[in-house]
């Protein structure tokens, strides 16, 4: 069996910054509500939040609770990371969509090393058996690949066409 108090703090860890990726996606897109981003970005966090309450369903396996002061915690660190300087001290820049973009692909390369650690953590914890990490890991895979996509056009928007929608 895998170290319960380790996976336990992982678990959470990662449970309080999936909570983290999907208020900056939802804001992402509530930004670019009318554009390709924004859309996009809609989507991508309905897929964040399922993917959310499968690691839910993963901590219950393992007889994890969430930590209520970790995902706080990643709530008010999501929010404060709105103050970041983007070049206009009130409005949104292109330059917010970049670093957005680039943190979410962070997110999303976090959540593919999650469930490559729970497929590996499965060979000790029958509890995890039930849960198909191959599925998970292409998922995630597929929305690492959108955020690449939107990273660059946003990249482009700001960049080299001058910084419109």
């Known amino acids: 069996m895998s170290n319960p108090e380790l996976l336990a703090i992982y678990l959470r860890d990662h449970h309080s910054t999936a909570g983290g990726a999907i208020e900056l996606c939802r804001r992402v897109s509530k930004s670019n509500s009318e554009n390709e981003f924004g859309r996009k970005a809609e989507v991508l966090a309905a897929e964040l939040s399922r993917d959310r309450t499968v690691l839910e369903e993963v901590m219950a396996a393992v007889d994890v609770d969430t930590s209520r002061v970790k995902d706080a915690g990643a709530w008010i660190a999501e929010k404060l990371g709105r103050l970041k300087l983007n070049g206009r001290v009130v409005s949104y820049s292109p330059l917010s969509r970049v670093v957005e973009f680039e943190a979410l692909a962070m997110g999303v390369a976090g959540k593919i090393r999650l ?3 729970l497929q590996i953590a499965r060979q000790s914890d029958e509890r995890l058996a039930g ?3 191959d599925a998970l890991i292409e998922r995630a895979q597929d929305q690492r690949a959108t955020v690449e996509t939107l990273h660059q056009k946003a990249v482009e ?3 080299v066409e001058g910084g419109g929608a």
């Open 157 to 159: 928007v700001a960049f």
């Open 131 to 133: 849960f198909d990490f």
């Open 115 to 117: 469930w490559r650690s």
